[in-house]
């Protein structure tokens, strides 16, 4: 017998079908619970399009947006196991620590200064850019890295069709299912969200026919990491971690992680850190 293909879903909600606006993404807002119907649904189709191609995968969801609590549990496929809330190690890539052969990114969006994108950032607010070995990252290439560290492939993404190219530029044979088109930062020309479930459904049971063909993301060690912050106080906490120093400028800090895990790590502190108020 053979062990069964072993898949990680990762779900933020920027990048959704129908999402265009802040308050829709954020607890409290108006039409966040319209929101986190909408992707729980997507995350459901990519499910089902995971388990068309491979009945009997072991599917894991990672809430992977905000707080890591905004998939509706009782609403998820019964079929997957759901990761939520935080802090934990591996963040939006919870899972992977267990052994995965596949990863797919539902509902990305794409990096902070890219654009138009709809509500393009790196992370949050606390950060205006993060670079690699000197190229600018945003969530997609953290999380496609940190998967690359760990040898697996991201086989698709869904999202605007920023955060489609951004994906596309970094990993060419991957699937990219665009449900929206970026017309401004909080503004999109998007599918109707039964359009966008049907198309993702496809999609992820095409990648996962062709996951063989899609490369694992590899980056060198050590990691040269800079971080571009908004709030210089942060810069200032962040100094106070052992390896982390303050670039000239007083925005960014930086340091060198042993390889992309303790890099990613590190960047994790360092945006909780970006939640802290002056005293």
Do not use: W
């Not at 509706?72 to 995965?100: C, H, I, S, W």
């Not at 920023?162 to 449900?179: I, S």
């Not at 390896?243 to 000239?248: E, F, K, T």
């Amino acid at each position: 017998m053979t062990n069964p293909l072993r898949v990680l879903i990762s779900a933020d909600l920027e990048g959704v079908s129908g999402i265009v606006h802040v308050v829709e993404t954020n607890p409290g807002g108006y039409d966040y619970e319209r929101g986190r119907a909408l992707m729980t649904a997507e995350v459901n189709a990519a499910v089902a399009g995971v388990l068309e191609a491979e009945p009997g995968a072991d599917v894991s969801v990672a809430d992977a947006h905000g707080t890591f609590r905004n998939l509706l549990p009782e609403e998820l496929d019964r079929r997957v196991r759901l990761v939520r809330g935080k802090p934990r190690p591996l963040g939006m890539m919870a899972g992977l620590e267990a052994g995965v052969d596949a990863v797919l990114f539902i509902g990305y969006h794409a990096r902070a200064g890219a654009g138009p994108g709809v509500l393009a950032h790196t992370i949050s607010d606390a950060v205006l850019d993060v670079r690699l070995h000197g190229e600018s990252v945003g969530e997609i290439g953290l999380n496609a890295a940190l998967a690359g560290h760990f040898g697996v492939p991201v086989v698709l993404g869904s999202g605007d069709d920023a955060a489609c190219a951004e994906l596309g530029a970094l990993v060419p044979d991957a699937v990219t299912v665009e449900v929206k088109r970026a017309l401004g930062q909080a503004a999109a020309e998007t599918l109707h969200p039964q359009e966008a479930r049907d198309l993702i459904r496809r999609s992820a049971a095409e990648a996962i026919r062709r996951r063989d063909q899609v490369p694992p993301v590899s980056t060198s060690g050590p990691v040269e990491t800079e971080i571009d912050l908004y709030g210089p106080y942060t810069v200032d906490l962040a100094t106070l971690v052992p390896g982390v120093s303050r670039a000239p400028g007083g925005r960014t800090v930086t340091f060198t992680g042993r390889d992309i895990l303790e890099a990613y790590r590190l960047i994790q502190l360092v945006v909780q850190l970006g939640q802290i108020k002056p005293g």
